[in-house]
């Protein structure tokens, strides 16, 4: 599907998924809860209650060790946006290896070194879903690979695949909270989160930790959901946008959103060097509509069907994902530095 037909077909699937969902999990239907707004706060700057701080984070692991299953069948081990060319034909075949692509744009775009003296010898994942990552990153480059995630579900999974893969004595996972990793200071040459920020209640605090385990003149690279930067003069989003994000978080157990310039702003009060960012919604266009088209198929809505509520209710507000793109509301944002020598 190129680019611009996934656009045209966007509204068709749209209709035609939420429908189909609908009709089947009508009985299911639960209330959800709703984070309390503005008691979490993306930016470190209003007070995180530790009620609503568990009950986020209870929500992310229920979600994801009811809907990992379903993706890992669909689309395979990596847990993440392919990255396209927004002016190719895209294939359905493309799908898996636009993922990896996403993982080497990423190294490209941080200037991770491949020669044998520099390259990353300790890598962190943060966030690390079935450890698609970890394992990819830890072949790459020789790494010893530790991933971790609040699903316990995910975490023996991942190990499972990397003793499969023959990697167990390289690669680990391990459940753990990003906000509170379990790692000395200063202990991986690359500190990778790769979606996985959009988590965070507290982007300060994310940050913070990202490089509290750098090693001196490691690469930090933070690959993640944003909305857009706000004009000068404007003070918040407008009130239709926050009312598509809040629909998304409630279904995707999401806190405060914050934007791209946000996080560089982070980066450089803590004194990081290197800070770079850029926009790649462009090159992620066609990931949503395709995964819309997965879930329509007989095998897609079965394995919904008997995941789970959380995962039908993520997977019914998947259209607003295109929408946000579309009106640039949401953007996909890659931002990278290097903790100082």
Known sequence: MSVLHGACASTFLTSTFTRQLRLFSGSKRQP????KRGAISAMGSMSVTTADDQRLKKGIAE???????????????????????PDAVVQISDHRSAQIRMIEQAL?????????????RSIVDVG????????????????VCV????????AQRANALAAAQGLANKVSFEVADALNQPFPDGKFDLVWSMESGEHMPDKLKFVSELDRVASPGGTIIIVTWCHRDLSPGEESLLPEEKKLLDKICDAFYLPAWCSTSDYVKLLQSLSLEDIKSADWSDNVAPFWPAVIKSALTWDGLTSLLQSGWKTIRGALVMPL???GFKKGVIKF?????????
């Open 128 to 143: 690390c879903g079935i450890g698609g990552s970890s394992r990819y990153l830890s072949r790459k480059y020789g790494a």
């Open 333 to 341: 944002s890659i931002i990278t530095c290097r903790k100082p020598q």
């Open 108 to 120: 490209v775009f941080a200037s991770v070194p491949e020669e044998s003296e520099k390259k990353p």
């Open 321 to 323: 994902m295109i929408e």
């Open 63 to 85: 979600f994801y060790d009811e809907s990992s299953g379903v993706w890992e069948n669909i689309w395979g081990e990596h847990m993440h946006h392919g990255f396209y060319d």
């Open 32 to 35: 959800s809860q709703r984070l």
């Open 147 to 154: 991933g971790i995630t609040l699903s316990p579900v995910q």
